[in-house]
Structure formats: C-alpha cells, structure tokens
C-alpha cells in the first residue's frame, strides 16, 4: 500500500489546474416535450485555487500520447451510445436516456480538460479504489463515484462541507472511523476515505439490495431515498422514483453512468491522458512527536507545497505525534534527509513551530516591597478602605481580614496592613 502513495502527489489539482466555468445544472426535455433543470453534482463544478496544486501542474503534467487529443468532439448516434454503455463489464446497470446523453455530452465538451486530468489518475488512486472495493467485494465500476463526488481532488470542500475524494459529511466520515479535529481530517487521506467509503457503500446495499439507489442514497442520505419510496408507494426503481428526488439526486446516476463511459471511451471522443512525470517515489515513515511540515521544508530543503500534497489530512501542516503516532509520506529523497537529521529536524526553531505550552504560570500582582516583606499604609484625612484598595490594587475584602475590621470606618493617621 505505501507504493500506491506514489500518486498522491499528482492529483490533487484536478478540477483546479483546467478550472472551467460550469453552468450550474442541465436541462433535460421529457418524451412529453416538458423540460427541467436537473443540477449538476459539485464534483463537476468544482474549482480549487491552490498555490501548491499550481506547483504540482507546472512540474509534473505533460501531454500524453496515448490518445489523437483535439478540441473537436465528435457527433455519436444514440445508438452507439447505447451500445458502448452496454460494452462495459460492470454489474451496476447503466441504461441510456436523454439525461444521460446530457451528461456524457458535458464531460466530452466543455470539461474535457478535465476529463483529459483525471485519465491521468488511473495508474495512481485507481489501485487504491480498486483494492478497497474488492477487498469488500464491491462492483469496480464504483471507482469512478469520486470523478463527480470531488473531481478526484482530495481536498475538495462542497457547500455543505462535505471533504475529500469521497466527499464524507463530518457525521458521516466519524461513524467509519475517519477522524476529523482542528488538526487532523482523514476525509482528505486517500487510503482511509477510501476504505470507510467502501464500507459505507456496503451497508447502503445492505439496505436498498439496488446499487442504482445505493448510489441515490450516497448522494442526498438514506433519509431522503426512504421518504421518496414513501412518497412512491414501495417503489423502489431510481427511474421511477426520479421525480420524487431532490433534482441534484436525479442527475447524480446518470452522472455516473456518464462517468464510466467517458472514463472507458475517452480515445473515441478525442481525449488523451496527460502525463505524470513523478517524483522518484515515496515511502511512510511514522511520528511519534509533535512536528510541523514546515520544519522537515526548512531543514531538508525541500518544498512545502509538496509536502502538503502528500500529506493533505495534515490541515494546518502540524502533526500532533504526541496524541497518537501519525504516518507521514515523503519523497525517497526527503525520506532520507529525514532519517539523517531527524534530531535537527525536531528542534529546528521549535519556539516558532512548537508553540503550544504544556504549562503556564499565573501572574502574581506585583507587591511594592521589594523586600517581600508586609505592606503598611498611614491613613490620610478623607481616605476610604474602597480608594486605599484600588491604590493597591488589592480588595477591601482583603483590607478588613488583614486589619480585623468590620465595617467600614477608619481613623485618620493609624497604619493599614495591605498585603
């Protein structure tokens, strides 16, 4: 599993580094001639502006040659269309309709840059998707959900905050054991997203036993797939239960099956991969003390923006190793200076980089004694306990027990104990 982290690098800028300006929902035209705008899932909409996710771009895309990559996208009948689709080894149906010609017509158009980025991942998560859906016994074909759930850019942020390749809510992403703290989100770690996204997907056709719904309900919650069956009277097709669903839920299957054609048909549409030129490789080594990513850039010379990509659950750059050990990737090279100046690693300005005190002592209110000894004042005409204690900065309660007195009355030239 750690060779498979040799990808993370690349592709964290997807939907960033070819960032398009999408129409924020498709309209679609029913047999009876009535049309509706169906929204689009946030995966497709998605723009990331992000210094370090620039930096992987300018260093490591080139334009791959598997495929004649031009601007034109070619007319396909409905026909093919439907046979392509029924081409794909997959157990997940993939019917085709207008919504999904919609859709396919949108990936192979206006985000075919995009399309052309995330191809580029199928050497890199790919095996992460595919190990974990098979380690569930899951259909493979669900390595394509994170192409319109994030645009395959794990630190992806929808509107209601849900994180990562997987797109998890916080509820959600702590029930499949992803931690999440205001240092730590392991919705954004590839490998742990991926394997609690399994499970959920799992459990949801424990439930629905249709992976079409299982997918419904990944998108909008079990919740809202119930009330629709509810509302359906027991009907449990997606395609006949697709008016009783939220409009971005009713594009979300036909997004999918979009999804898996352009994914399998790119060359037909001509759209060619780009390239990765990757850092010699990467290992884990793990963190048993507190440590700031900045700390490793500083000494070992190296690029945070890169440290960063490979490490994006880290959200602050700070790895609280004290709490519990925490894996941390990093280049073959980086791996090395690592190792050899770890001490150096660890002490390099820790009163900037390790600023959290562990204890802290309370001010004490400075006395005028410099000899620490009691403190006497000589009461003057017209002076009160009340003025006599703000003076000192001290309480009136204070003033009556040190001096024995109950009330509020003093005399004129007696000696008051203040401290």
Known sequence: MKKLCIGILAFLSFSSLFAQKTEQSIVVRSSSGVEEAIDLPEGMLSETDSLYLDWISKNYINLGENCTATSANPEVSDSIYIDRLQRIPAIIEMPYNEVVRKFIDMYATRLRQKVAFMLSANN???????????????????????????????????????????????????????????????????????????????????????????????????????????????????????NYLPKETRGYVPAFIAANYIMTYYCEHNISPLEMKMPEGTDTIHVSRPLNLQQIAAVCNSNIDELRALNPEFKKDIIPGNEKPYALRLSNKMMSCFIDNEDSIYNYKPEVYQTRRSKVEVAEVKSSSKSGKAVYHRIRNGETLGGIAAKYGVSVAQLRRLNGIKGSNIRAGRSLRIR
């Open 124 to 242: 890199f998560y790919m095996p992460i998707f595919e190990e974990a859906l098979d380690l569930y016994d899951l259909p493979l074909e669900l390595k394509y959900l994170p192409v319109i759930e994030s645009a395959l850019n794990p630190m992806a942020t929808s509107r209601q905050g849900a994180v990562g390749l997987w797109q998890f809510m916080l509820a959600t992403g702590k029930i499949y054991g992803l931690q999440v703290t205001s240092l730590i989100d392991e919705r954004r770690d590839p490998i742990k997203s991926t394997r609690a996204a399994a499970r959920y997907l799992k459990d949801l056709y424990d439930i629905y036993h249709d992976w079409n719904l299982v997918l419904a309900a990944y998108n909008c919650g079990p919740g809202t797939i119930n009330k629709a069956i509810r509302r359906a009277g027991g009907e449990k097709d997606f395609w006949k239960l697709y």
